[in-house]
């Protein structure tokens, strides 16, 4: 069975300090991992795929197969990174479906 | 609105009656789900389908029931014998390869007065 823990409910830090979102996943495959985002009012949306290795609104998230986890980063945060995050695993075969992590509810403060 | 069109957006239902949550989609994805979110639960599978014709039971799909008569549609019936129904809906398309990680419809808020 696969699994994705986001160990944090709730992160608040101040406008200008690093961010680290944790996310950890079991998993007996090749994982694919996701970061999705929802900003208030908006829809779910795409953050960052493992595969693609990207930065995207300055966060970057890299996948550590000896821990299990691929951790978002930001080494800056900015007040319109407020949102709720969510780490997502992705099964392979030809029932491909995503886990979703509870999600980390994300406040940077002024 | 994203090539992904849920509706109704708010939704109200009386214990006892079925209600069936619309999603629509023109992005030519093969893929599409069903998840339920409920704070501090994150997302949940319903069901899913991979082609048309064709779905799976999710995590949680007691008391819901699907259908995927078309490669654009694919409702999700809220059955009576789902205990807990009040939540909000979200349904999702991909193109069921990896890697490439799912587009999301803006949801059904779904109240059980």
């Known amino acids: 069975a696969q699994r994705v823990t986001q160990p944090e409910k709730l992160l608040s830090v101040f406008k200008g300090a690093p961010v680290e979102l944790k996310c950890n996943y079991s998993y007996s495959g090749s994982p694919e991992l996701f970061w999705y985002v929802q900003y208030s009012r908006q829809r779910l949306q795409l953050l960052l795929r493992h595969i693609s290795r990207e930065s995207i609104k300055g966060f970057t998230a890299d996948l550590n197969k000896g821990e299990t986890s691929f951790h978002l980063k930001k080494p800056f945060a900015q007040e319109e990174d407020s949102a709720m995050y969510y780490c997502?695993?992705?099964?392979?075969?030809?029932?491909?479906?995503?886990?979703f992590g509870k999600g980390t509810l994300l406040t940077v403060n002024p | 609105d994203g090539g992904i069109t849920q509706s109704p957006k708010y939704l109200f239902r009386k214990e006892g009656q079925n209600v069936t949550l619309s999603c629509e989609q023109n992005l030519n994805h093969d893929a599409m789900y069903w998840y339920r979110q409920d704070p501090g639960q994150g997302l949940r599978l319903i069901y899913y389908s991979q082609i048309v014709n064709d779905f799976q039971k999710g995590d949680i799909a007691e008391g819901y029931s699907v259908s995927r008569e078309k490669k654009e549609s694919f409702p999700l019936t809220v059955t009576s014998a789902q205990k807990n129904p009040t939540a909000f809906y979200l349904c999702a398309t991909g193109t069921g390869g990896s890697g490439y990680g799912y587009t999301f419809g803006s949801g059904t808020r779904l109240t059980v007065v």
């Open positions: 997502a695993l992705g099964s392979g075969g030809s029932n491909y479906k995503l886990t």
